[in-house]
């Protein structure tokens, strides 16, 4: 009797859990039919669980790509035995969510699948978060795009390799930037040049603030160029040098 109630209140305990879990789950027959839903379906779409139960995926009105995505998921981990995973955008009740699911097989006694375990979670937040931080991304990369001088920024703590080279900044430093992104100077331009650089670098970060180098030549193919250089080490939070920004202003006419 005493083991009874142990395992009665451990069930108690383990509902408790599943019915106020922040993920909807769901248990799935080879149907696809609803055998249990917990409470977080009716917060995420509007309807109860007990429209669910007894129903299949099909009968339950969601868009039918997304039925024939769930359908082919369910099979798959009925068929391999093995866990599935991935996203999707769901429309449902005029309300669009975007989603991340796994599906769990469930075995029973002789080894085979008797059910699958669903475990959704709400990803509409962090979608939209990611989409504005990209939006945001993009307009500050036409921002930097649009600045007429060239404008090209190095990381400091990762052999001074280039983060970010702006359109002006191909014809000064020689090279394009889709080949320059994530690489150093000495693998782009020859050593003399760049121990000269890196020496001008270091010296800018030593210097911890706005160096200015009044004039410099630069020999872009056959021209030189002369031009004044501005070097800005940017920091974190703490205080530590991460980043080397550089703008350079052409002055040769002057």
Known sequence: KRLEEELRQREQEFRALIENAPDTIIRLDRHSRYLYINPRVERELGTPPA???????????????????????????????????????????????????????EFDGTGAVASVLVISRDMTDRKRLEEDLQQSRQFLNSIIDSIPMPLFAKDINDDFRYVLINKNSEFVLGFSREGAIGRSDYELVDRKQADFYRQQDQMAVE??????????????????????????????????PTHLLCICEDITER
């Open 207 to 240: 210097h911890g603030a706005l160096l200015e180098i009044p004039e410099q030549a630069i020999q872009v193919g056959d021209t030189t160029i002369l031009t004044r250089i501005l070097k800005l080490p940017l920091f974190d939070p703490q205080g530590n």
């Open 51 to 105: 429209a669910f139960i007894g129903k299949t995926i099909q009968e339950m009105g969601f868009p039918a790509d997304l039925i024939l995505l769930w359908q082919r998921t369910i099979d798959r981990v009925f068929q391999t035995q093995k866990e599935q995973s991935f996203e999707f955008e769901m429309t449902y009740l005029g309300r669009t969510t975007y989603q991340s699911a796994r599906i769990v097989p």
